[in-house]
């Protein structure tokens, strides 16, 4: 674990939301906008894969992000359903 020297079952018995650490800077990751962060400050930032057995990590792959996921845009145009909808409510488009 990376919040003690020792295996750590549940987070929150070591830190609690809200609390202020000490941690050490092990990795930045700027393609995948992450830090990886320890508590144990005698650590050395090659120690870690070591230790936790690597391989933990995902594979890292080129492909583009993921569009977002949700309702795509509608064009301006007229639709069936609008038309219906726009004739129901009495109004016109």
Do not use: C, W, Y
Request: hydrophobic letters at 35%; proline letters at 6%; charged letters at 30%.
């Amino acid at each position: 674990s990376s919040l003690s020297n020792k295996f750590v079952e549940d987070p929150h018995t070591v830190v609690k939301a809200g609390d202020i650490v000490k941690v050490k800077v092990l990795e930045v990751d700027l393609q995948r906008k992450r830090i990886a962060l320890t508590m144990r400050l005698d650590e050395q930032p090659g120690e870690t894969n070591a230790r936790r057995g690597g391989g933990n990590e995902r594979p890292q792959n080129n492909r583009p992000a993921a569009k977002p996921r949700g309702r795509e845009a509608q064009p301006a145009g007229n639709s069936a359903m609008m038309d219906a909808l726009a004739a129901a409510m009495g109004k016109k488009r």
